[in-house]
């Protein structure tokens, strides 16, 4: 599976869209984008998925570039409680566990 | 329904002792896995299961034993802990569906070895 690239930290004002960049300039054709969370402490939480095409479900919306080298995790009015880390990972089809790379993920931090 | 499920949530180990971690899940997914995650660091897979009686070794196997005997439990066992591996494991479940799956995380156990 491809690798990542996240910057390490970000702050973002409440109320405000949360924009999370990711870079995944290796990434194949069968090898989709995953955005997990992990608020201090607790499991991972799965947010969203995507191969080629933008998503957007109840969490986020996420916006793959056209090359597919790149994508942003869209927070679109972020809350105190969306403090946390985010995890950007590329993954295979069919998926293999052991090339499932969790890295270290950007920490996002909610400003009031 | 439970999801997924850990027990302890916490544990405090002598080195040398052993112990095990349980994990259960209720949503019939075929997958377990379990990770762990040192301070400030992204999670490692140790142990993962694609099947009932199938368990294959991860990034870090050592020190940990694992078995498969049904669908809900995923138990992993420290045979003889040590400082090193002080940690907080999480334990995921997933299934797949057309070739991808989404893993769903326990609320992990923090273990201490002394």
């Known amino acids: 599976d491809a690798k990542t690239t996240q910057p390490t930290s970000m702050d973002c004002a409440e109320g405000r869209a949360a924009n999370l960049p990711c870079n995944h300039s290796t990434i194949s054709g069968n090898e989709y984008v995953y955005w997990y969370r992990q608020i201090h402490s607790q499991g991972p939480q799965y947010i969203i998925h995507g191969l080629k095409n933008n998503e957007t479900n109840e969490m986020a919306s996420l916006i793959i570039t056209e090359d597919r080298k790149s994508s942003t995790l869209i927070l679109p009015h972020a809350t105190l409680r969306d403090t946390a880390v985010y995890y950007c990972?590329?993954?295979?089809?069919?998926?293999?566990?052991?090339?499932?790379?969790f890295g270290s993920g950007t920490k996002l931090n909610v400003k009031p | 329904n439970a999801g997924v499920t850990q027990t302890p949530k916490f544990q405090v180990l002598k080195t040398g002792q052993s112990m095990t971690l349980q994990c259960a899940q209720d949503?019939?997914?075929?997958?377990m896995s379990w990770y762990r995650q040192d301070p400030g660091m992204g999670l490692r897979l140790i142990h993962y299961s694609v099947g009932a009686g199938i368990t294959d070794q991860g990034e870090v196997p050592n020190g940990y034993n694992v078995s498969r005997s049904t669908t809900e439990d995923f138990p992993l066992r420290l045979l003889s802990a040590a400082p090193s591996q002080t940690s907080v494991y999480f334990c995921a479940s997933s299934f797949r569906d057309r070739g991808q799956d989404t893993q769903y995380f326990g609320p992990g156990t923090r273990l201490t070895v002394l």
């Open positions: 949503m019939n997914h075929e997958y």
């Open positions: 990972i590329v993954r295979s089809t069919p998926f293999n566990f052991n090339k499932f790379y």
